[in-house]
């Protein structure tokens, strides 16, 4: 007969000068992913545990990175690996290690990435036993009929067999005669341990036998049992092979038949049930491993063999029918399905070479074409030269990464703000006070010019503001099809948000799988959070905002925000927010300027913003294109840095709140297992206040839950303060400034990082990363500063000193002519542009106190020249309200 090479599909080496048995190998779906592919699960006597999952790009290909999705070790020598139902209350696969003194059971689980080779698997232990005797080898299966979970059975190196039930043990047992252990299987159908002893016999347990035998306390059997009482552990049958056996495997391809293989040092053994010889077949070279994977006719099992030579045969029953040739000898052979091949063989060696092979030839029918030599037109590939560099240019001008019209010409999403509240409020769980919580109903309608997959739309609004519904499925299955969907909107805390404005999201899916992400905001109306008020005489915080236009009434610009007045020009207006915080805005008759007071600084954002926003759609609608807002008052840092530190102080207290939480909780533990101990003991002892400890041990981890619950709350209202603050501020700065669009959105990316703010990571680094940034690069001084490399790991600070110095740099910087942009011209030192000199920023920390005194003699020198100026031509508030 012809010899073939098996087929390489996929290998690779493990380690270096790892050892390895044929226990050392496992094909499973290990990690539940459902889909039918086994992993590959190896262990080596190194004690390092491996798992692959190959996906070679052609036939052939070694392993590549992405294909180990797991690598640990686990320090003790691995013996065998297992995978079954060995998790009590779960029919999830699990992995069973055994090593030399100790069992271990782990689930693997994996994570998906956002990338190829981006999922992470991990093992997580679920429990392990201690031997107390030297283990050998394991076997595993429903032990006494169980249904839904596997037990397993551990051989020792001196005959015993132990029991597990899963986390408990269960029994342990010495064979009779056992000098040395051998191949350790399990039958299903008999419900009997198959092992051959050292007598060179194969011989047959019943569980129910070694169940009800007497336990295995002494080597040697007991004078009870010598005398006749007791159960001794009976043999069921027995089979003298006359050698040793280097492995056996029960298989049943049928329901009503099952055979027993036992693989000799010389010959091939099949036996039935009872124990009778079926087959048995001589080999040709010594074998080094086995497995009987299938039955491809009736009444007939294909089975691998290797042997020393690095051949694979197939034998059916006792007929050859293939060999083939490895580049290795193999000491486990395992037959699987990869990567959505089925019958895979993978093989492992001593030495660590693991490879995943097929049956058969593979021809190459491949004949290289005839080249045809043809003179190259040198002026032809110029001109197509240019031509693509060209495109390149234009390209790189545009900076579009796909064309706009054809995105959204997919899919049109528009949103509409009802002009009225709902009849029937949705605000049933509002948490505001006396107040009537009002809602405002928003309709979102797509409109699809093609066939889309997946299509989800996501609303977004600024907390406390709430939403009836934020997650909405889209079917667009032909082309043409309008879909408009309601959802309100109202508050539910007694605080206020730091934007009115809503994003409407809409991911979707080409036909070709090109995923697009369409978005539409919104704004809600002013009247959704605030109420007429009265005016306010006085106020702890004072804007004044300049405009290049004679004062418009404020009865033209918040017609549904005035009380009755028979002056059509009234120059006073009051706001009262749903938290009870009231605004009071005033318009002066004579000068282009408007000033906003209230008690809280946060308070004047909202109010601010809604004043240059009507008054830009005001003179919009006149037909005026040159209105202009100015500030020219000083930068309110003061109160800016108040607000950051109330809001670091509140971390810094959850954070101290959650460790104190941790220790409490390990103390409540503590008591409880004392306790439990206490309660188990057949001798009762007295308590010693351990139940008085345990109840005042439990009040005060209730109260530490509740103080942390309450802080995450003043945190969150905290966060959206200290957001309404930045917002004025940049609001401010490029008033003060004349900042461009673009410009505002820098700060804003800066000031107002997107990520959560969290006791890891919160706001006050990832807001002093940036701005350091903005420092370094666009506004930076020198050369210097701009090769200081940032630190890649943000940690939370000691105190918010360095960030308060940043923002006052930021500011005084921005004053002296900085300009913010990220392109590599504009980020150039500009010296000309910024006269006076910026200060750097510091290396060291004698030159951090160094700035501390230099940028604060120049931001109160800068202060004194912008003051605020006054406003004489308002009248007292006392004569505008008589």
């Not at 009736?298 to 029953?317: A, F, R």
């Not at 104190?660 to 004392?674: G, M």
Request: net charge negative; glycine share 6%.
């Amino acid at each position: 007969m012809s010899l073939f090479k098996a087929r390489d599909w996929w290998s690779t080496v493990l380690g270096e000068k790892e050892e390895f048995d044929q226990g050392c190998l496992c094909l499973a779906d290990v990690d539940n992913s459902g889909n039918g592919q086994d992993k590959i699960i190896v262990g080596s006597f190194m004690g390092y545990l491996r798992i692959f999952s190959p996906h070679p790009v052609k036939t052939g290909d070694g392993s590549q990175a992405e294909d180990l999705l797991l690598e640990v070790h686990l320090r003790d020598p691995i013996l065998q690996v297992e995978v079954g139902k060995f998790v009590s209350g779960t029919e999830m696969l699990h992995l069973a290690v055994l090593h030399s003194r100790k069992l271990c059971v782990y689930s693997v689980s994996g994570t998906l990435g956002n990338v190829e080779h981006g999922n992470q698997y991990q093992i997580k232990l679920m429990y392990e036993h201690n031997l107390q005797r030297t283990a050998c080898n394991m076997t595993y299966g429903s032990f006494g009929g169980v249904k839904g979970r596997d037990l397993i059975c551990i051989q020792s190196m001196d005959g015993m067999l132990m029991v597990f039930e899963q986390e408990s043990y269960a029994f342990g047992r010495f064979l009779p005669g056992s000098l040395l252990p051998g191949p350790l299987a399990y039958s299903s159908r008999t419900d009997s341990f198959i092992t051959v002893s050292s007598c060179r016999q194969v011989e047959s347990y019943k569980y129910q036998v070694l169940a009800f035998a007497t336990d295995a306390d002494k080597r040697q059997e007991t004078e009870q049992q010598k005398l006749g009482s007791g159960k001794r552990l009976v043999v069921d049958w027995t089979l003298n092979i006359g050698e040793q056996a280097l492995d056996i495997c029960i298989v049943s391809f049928n329901q009503s038949v099952s055979s027993v293989f036992v693989l000799g040092e010389r010959n091939f053994f099949c036996l039935k049930d009872n124990g009778q010889i079926r087959f048995m077949k001589k080999l040709d070279c010594s074998p080094s491993c086995f497995l009987p994977y299938c039955s491809v006719s009736e009444g007939t099992i294909n089975t691998l063999i290797g042997n020393h030579n690095s051949m694979l045969h197939i034998y059916q029953d006792v007929t050859l029918k293939w060999a083939t040739q490895l580049p290795h000898i193999p000491v486990a052979v395992r037959v699987g399905c990869l990567h959505d091949l089925k019958g895979v063989i993978v093989t492992l060696s001593d030495d660590g070479h693991l490879q995943c092979s097929y049956l058969g030839t593979d021809p190459s029918l491949f004949q290289a074409p005839k080249v045809e030599s043809r003179e190259l037109n040198y002026d032809e590939l110029d001109v197509e030269l240019k031509e693509l560099q060209k495109i390149i240019k234009d390209v790189n001008k545009s900076q579009a990464l796909w064309p706009m019209t054809e995105r959204e010409d997919d899919l049109k999403v528009s949103a509409t703000v009802s002009p009225s509240f709902d009849s029937v409020s949705q605000a049933t769980d509002a948490e505001v006070g006396t107040d009537l919580v009002p809602s405002v109903t928003v309709k979102v309608t797509l409109q699809n010019r093609t066939v889309l997959q997946k299509v989800k739309l996501s609303i977004y609004v600024q907390p406390p503001l709430v939403l009836t519904r934020d997650q909405f499925t889209f079917e667009f299955k032909t082309p043409e099809m309008t879909s408009t969907v309601a959802f309100s909107v109202y508050l539910k805390r007694s605080y206020m948000p730091s934007t009115l404005d809503g994003n409407a999201v809409v991911s979707y899916s080409r036909p070709t799988g090109i995923p697009r992400v369409i978005q539409c905001k919104f704004r809600l109306p002013l009247k959704l959070i605030c109420l007429p008020g009265q005016p306010s005489k006085t106020a702890s915080h004072k804007l004044t905002i300049d405009t290049n236009k004679p004062p418009v009434s404020l009865l033209s610009l918040f017609p549904g925000f005035a009380n009755q007045s028979e002056d059509d020009q009234v120059n006073v207006m009051g706001f009262r927010f749903l938290g009870g915080s009231r605004v009071t805005l005033l318009a002066s008759k004579t000068s282009q300027r408007y000033r906003i007071q209230s008690e809280q600084f946060e308070d004047l954002w909202l109010i601010t913003n809604e004043l240059i926003l009507r008054l830009q759609e005001y003179f919009e609608k006149q037909g005026i294109k040159d209105f202009a807002c100015s500030f020219s008052g000083s930068m309110p840092l003061q109160e800016y840095f108040e607000l950051i530190d109330r809001h670091f102080e509140l971390r810094k207290n959850g954070e101290k709140l959650e460790e104190l939480l941790s220790e409490r909780a390990v103390q409540f533990r503590a008591i409880q297992r004392r306790l439990l101990a206490r309660f188990k003991d057949k001798t009762p002892a007295p308590l010693q206040h351990l139940d008085t400890l345990l109840d005042g041990t439990y009040k005060q981890v209730t109260a530490l839950a509740d103080a942390v619950e309450e802080n995450r709350g003043d945190l969150l209202q905290s966060l959206s303060r200290l957001q309404s603050a930045t917002r004025l501020l940049i609001l401010l700065l490029g008033l003060w400034q004349k900042l461009s669009a673009d410009q505002l959105a820098l700060l804003e990316a800066a000031f107002l990082p997107l990520q959560e703010d969290t006791q890891e990571l919160g706001w006050e680094e990832t807001a002093d990363a940036a701005i350091s940034h903005l420092l370094k690069t666009c506004l930076s001084k020198s050369s210097k500063e701009q090769a200081l490399n940032l630190s890649s790991q943000l940690d939370a600070p000691k105190d918010t000193s360095r960030l308060k110095k940043h923002i006052t740099l930021l500011c005084d910087r921005l004053a002296k002519g900085g300009r913010l942009c990220l392109s590599t011209d504009a980020a150039a030192p500009q010296p000309m542009v910024m006269p006076g000199g910026c200060t750097p920023i510091p290396e060291s920390e004698l030159e951090e106190r160094a700035l501390e005194q230099d940028s604060a003699e120049l931001f109160t020198n800068h202060r004194h020249l912008i003051a605020e100026p006054p406003m004489p031509e308002v009248p007292p508030l006392q004569g505008v309200l008589e």
